[in-house]
């Protein structure tokens, strides 16, 4: 199947600081990407959905402000928690699927955020 | 809310088939049924899909029901390293998934 990249794997950061997680797709261009978040023991929330060259779709509840989403070319997507607090904590993961062809979604290996 | 009802929990001895039973009895006309998995601590991983047909690849076959309200995931000879937690997603193409809380499922030895 095809290869969704994440960067970083893993980051420690102080309260107050932001930080920035990029997704790829490695083999094939992605005109959509998803961002989801997972807490301990629970599913997977999706939190916003990217359209390449287009601003993001948000769901309800998530900060567009504090929750940067910047999807530039077919083949990168970043996701930026600013002003990142303890309860931002979490683990960051993104999908990437395509317009035509492929009918499933592809995820990347996820980015664990811890917030001290 | 997710679309679709899963056991909370399975077991399956090695060697032997785990079917993972699925009811989305909601599912529209163009909404496939979708199958990851995520093992502890990693990014989803996408197994199989179909929208009517049973399906079948290297890693499982898929079998949906006529009415198509119901599938089935089998994992044809499970290992200890299919110990993880699958979700049965139904979905229109290109759109979001919604996860709900999948099945976790444990290979013993």
């Known amino acids: 199947g095809a290869v969704v990249s994440q960067h970083p794997s893993r980051v420690i950061c102080k309260s107050g600081t932001s930080v920035k997680i990029e997704c790829r797709s490695l083999d094939f261009q992605a005109t959509t990407m998803f961002w989801y978040r997972q807490f301990p023991k629970q599913s997977l929330m999706l939190m916003a959905t990217?359209?390449?060259?287009?601003?993001?779709?948000?769901e309800q509840g998530v900060e567009k402000d504090k929750f940067l989403i910047n999807h530039a070319s077919l083949t990168l997507s970043t996701l930026t928690v600013t002003s990142a607090h303890p309860e931002d904590s979490s683990f960051y993961i993104c999908?990437?699927?395509?317009?035509?062809?492929?009918?499933?979604?592809?995820f990347g290996p996820g980015t664990r955020l811890t917030v001290l | 809310d997710a679309k679709t009802t899963q056991p909370p929990s399975m077991d399956c001895a090695e060697g032997r088939a785990a079917n993972l039973p699925c009811n989305h009895s909601?599912?529209?006309?163009?909404?496939?049924v979708y199958w990851y998995r995520q093992i502890h601590s990693q990014g989803p991983q996408y197994i199989i899909h179909?929208?009517?047909n049973n399906e079948t690849n290297e890693m499982a076959s898929l079998i949906i029901t006529e009415d198509r309200k119901s599938s089935t995931l089998i994992l044809p000879h499970a290992t200890l390293r299919d110990t993880a937690v699958y979700y049965c997603?139904?979905?229109?193409?290109?759109?979001?998934?919604?996860f709900g809380k999948g099945t976790s499922l444990l290979v013993t030895p």
């Open positions: 179909g929208l009517k």
């Open positions: 997603i139904v979905g229109g193409s290109g759109y979001a998934l919604n």
């Open positions: 909601t599912i529209s006309g163009n909404e496939y």
């Open positions: 990217s359209n390449e060259g287009s601003k993001a779709t948000y």
């Open positions: 999908s990437a699927g395509t317009s035509g062809g492929l009918n499933e979604q592809f």
